[in-house]
Structures are given as structure tokens and as C-alpha cells.
């Protein structure tokens, strides 16, 4: 659970890196997201690593619902004084709803985009590459669609918030010197990449469509 977490972390470093290309200016952000998703779809190396992603998605989410599940059937109501509440956080006990939310919207994002971009019939931008960009900026006009994930990124946030430094605590980093340095590691990730995220929607909404 920890291995495949850390490596979806890494991915949404990487994918929100790329992604930050929508901002810039429109001639420039057409041909050079167009570009960047030609080459990654391109490179044999990098579909290896798409599967590996898809592949640690699945685990992800099996995993959780065996834990989840295994938990329930151990806190029953034997406990004369539920503490829970008192020292964990709000993030840490709904880690399996906010995980569902991530699961809905990665339904729904991938058909509108990765199967799309894969198996789909797109417009050809002036350089001749598939126009994505158009697809994402055209997803982003309908308002609720921006709300939609806005919620998603703000529930990745709350998981990221508790899993980032859970996943090390399960790989033997606590209790030492470390933990306290990746406690608020984790908390910088979690805020750079929610906010960075959030930014790409709203900006492309009120850039393009007001
Ligand atoms: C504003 C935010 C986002 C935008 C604009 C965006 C855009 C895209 C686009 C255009 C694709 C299809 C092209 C490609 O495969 O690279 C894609 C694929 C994907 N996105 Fe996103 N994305 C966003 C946020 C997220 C988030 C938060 C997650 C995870 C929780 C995510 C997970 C994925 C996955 C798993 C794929 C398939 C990657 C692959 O082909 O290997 N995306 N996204």
C-alpha cells in the first residue's frame, strides 16, 4: 500500500508538472501540451511506467478495501469509550471515502481524456500533433465539470495529507529524527500539489470561457 502510494505521488508530480503547460500563453500552450503528450504517448519507456501506474491504481485500491473492511470487522462496539475520534485525524478515519471520490473522478477523468487521446478521433493541431489542449480547455468550459474537480483534488488533498506520511511510518521511518521532517514534507507536498491542480481548471475556465 505504501510503495504503490508513493509511486502515485511521484506520478502526480510528474502529471501536474506537465499539466502547469496549460497556463501559459495560448499560442505557446497549444503546441507545446500537444507536443509533450505526442512524445510521452510515443516513448515505449514511458508506456511501461503507464501501465505500471494503471497497475498500482488497481493495488491501491484492493488493498484499501481489504483494510478497510478488516477494520470494520475489528472496531465493533466493544470499546466502552471511542477515542478514535480524539487522536486521529478527520483525513486518517475517512481515508477509504476520500479514496472513492479519487477512484469516481479517475472514471471519469480518464474516459474524458486518456481514452480520448488513445482511442479517439481528435482535431489535429497546426504542427499536425492531436489537439488536446483544445479537448481540456473545452472539458473546463462547463462549470460544473470545474466543481467536479475541484471536490476530486480537494479529496486527494485530505488523502494526501494523511497517506504521504503514513506511507514512510509504514516503511519504518517513525519513530526517528526523520518523521517529523516528512510529517511537514508532507503537508508542503499535499498543499503544492492541491493548489497546483486547482489552479488549472478555474484558470482555464475564466481565461477561456468568461
Ligand atoms: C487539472 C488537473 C488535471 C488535468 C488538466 C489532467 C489532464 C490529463 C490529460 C490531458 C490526460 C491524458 C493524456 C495523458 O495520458 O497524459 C490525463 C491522464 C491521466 N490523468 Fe490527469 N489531469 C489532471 C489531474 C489528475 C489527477 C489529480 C489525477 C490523479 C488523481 C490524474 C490522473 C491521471 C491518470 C492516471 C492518467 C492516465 C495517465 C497515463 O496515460 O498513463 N489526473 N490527465
Known amino acids: 500500500m505504501a510503495l504503490t502510494g508513493l509511486f502515485l505521488c ?9 499539466n502547469l503547460q496549460l497556463l501559459l500563453p495560448k499560442e505557446t500552450a497549444v503546441i ?20 505500471l501506474l494503471f497497475l498500482s491504481i488497481v493495488l491501491h485500491s484492493i488493498y484499501a478495501l481489504i483494510i478497510t473492511i478488516k477494520n470494520r470487522k475489528a472496531s465493533g462496539s466493544a470499546y466502552a469509550y471511542d477515542r478514535r475520534k480524539v487522536v486521529s485525524s478527520w483525513s486518517s ?3 477509504g471515502l476520500l479514496g472513492s471520490i479519487i477512484l469516481i473522478f479517475l472514471v471519469i477523468h480518464l474516459k474524458d481524456f486518456w481514452y480520448q487521446y488513445s482511442f479517439g478521433t481528435l482535431p489535429l493541431d497546426d504542427e499536425g500533433n492531436k489537439d488536446l489542449f483544445s479537448i481540456v480547455v473545452s472539458a473546463y468550459g462547463r462549470l460544473w465539470y470545474v466543481i467536479l474537480n475541484i471536490v476530486a483534488f480537494m479529496a486527494l488533498g485530505y488523502h494526501l495529507l494523511h497517506g504521504f506520511y503514513s506511507a ?8 526517528s529524527k526523520l518523521s ?14 492541491t493548489t497546483g491542480f486547482i489552479i488549472i ?10
Open 32 to 51: 507545446q501540451f500537444n507536443l509533450y503528450s505526442r512524445i510521452l504517448s510515443g516513448n515505449y519507456f514511458i508506456k511501461v511506467i503507464s501501465w
Open 201 to 210: 481548471p478555474v484558470f482555464v475556465y475564466l481565461n477561456y470561457h468568461t
Open 168 to 175: 514512510f511510518k509504514t516503511l519504518g521511518v517513525y519513530p
Open 180 to 193: 517529523r521532517g516528512l510529517y511537514y514534507l508532507g503537508i508542503g507536498f499535499t498543499l503544492i500539489i
Open 10 to 18: 511521484l506520478f502526480l508530480v510528474v502529471h501536474l508538472a506537465g
Open 93 to 95: 478515519r475517512n481515508m
